[in-house]
Nanobody, 130 residues
Framework: QAQLVESGGGSVLAGGSLRLSCSASEGAATYYCMAWFRQAPGKEREGVAKIDRTGQTTYAESVKGRFTISQDNTKNTAYLQMNSLEYEDTAMYYC????????????????????????WGQGTQVAVSS
């Protein structure tokens, strides 16, 4: 059984909106941090947005002001509302969770530390046409 399940991808015209969901179960549900990454063909996987259990959020510069990450802790589910979509947003979108801690307590790893995200979903495709 998949521990992270994404949904909500699809095809949309530029300027349109999509809302992605990621639901965590079993071991993945013990996360402190949930993040969305994306990978376009021929490109490296990059971080898009992340949220910790306290609600603190971080966004990639390329999506600030257009994307909003939120969560429902009671459902172990995070959402990514994507507005004003651009052709460049076309990619496979993955959610990932992390339960890492340090001497200072749990933390949300930086986007560049993909190895610190313990669980990954199968991905959901987003295609934006211009």
């Amino acid at each position: 059984q998949a521990q992270l399940v994404e949904s909500g991808g699809g095809s949309v015209l530029a300027g349109g909106s999509l809302r992605l969901s990621c639901s965590a179960s079993e071991g993945a549900a013990t996360y402190y941090c949930m993040a969305w990454f994306r990978q376009a063909p021929g490109k490296e996987r990059e971080g898009v947005a992340k949220i910790d259990r306290t609600g603190q959020t971080t966004y990639a510069e390329s999506v600030k002001g257009r994307f909003t990450i939120s969560q429902d802790n009671t459902k172990n589910t995070a959402y990514l509302q994507m507005n004003s979509l651009e052709y460049e947003d076309t990619a496979m979108y993955y959610c990932a969770t992390s339960a890492r801690t340090s001497l200072h307590g749990p933390y949300c790893p930086p986007f560049t530390s993909r190895g610190e995200f313990d669980y990954w979903g199968q991905g959901t495709q987003v295609a934006v046409s211009s």
